[in-house]
């Protein structure tokens, strides 16, 4: 059974950073694609960052300049590096291969103003 745990979220002011980890617990992680996700209260999940398995990157317009993903395919761990936080990241940050994995619990992420 594939599972991923996502950490690293917490509560951080306007203009802060966090580092958020997601560890999986399945040897295929090098051969997906990875992504980060976040859902807002009353809102939909949306995909936010993006990694493929050879490395290549693509970001929501909304976290451009701001987030960074990585990934250490020895550690099976994902990461974002998110800069410059708003009050309008606040939300639980999830990961994912393109939603072909269970879910995990996520991460809070809350942004002070």
């Known amino acids: 059974q594939v599972q991923l745990v996502e950490s690293g979220g917490g509560l951080v002011q306007a203009g802060g950073s966090l580092r958020l980890s997601c560890a999986a617990s399945?040897?295929?992680?090098?051969?997906?694609?990875m992504g980060w996700y976040r859902q807002a209260p009353g809102k939909q999940r949306e995909l936010v960052a993006r990694?493929?398995?050879?490395?290549?990157?693509n970001y929501a317009d909304s976290v451009k300049g701001r987030f960074t993903i990585s990934r250490d395919n020895a550690k099976r761990t994902v990461y974002l590096q998110m800069n410059s936080l708003k009050p309008e990241d606040t939300a639980v940050y999830y990961c994912?291969?393109?939603?072909?994995?269970?879910w995990g619990q996520g991460t809070q992420v809350t942004v002070s103003s």
């Open positions: 990694i493929s398995s050879g490395g290549s990157t």
């Open positions: 994912n291969a393109d939603g072909r994995m269970p």
């Open positions: 399945v040897s295929i992680f090098s051969i997906n694609a």
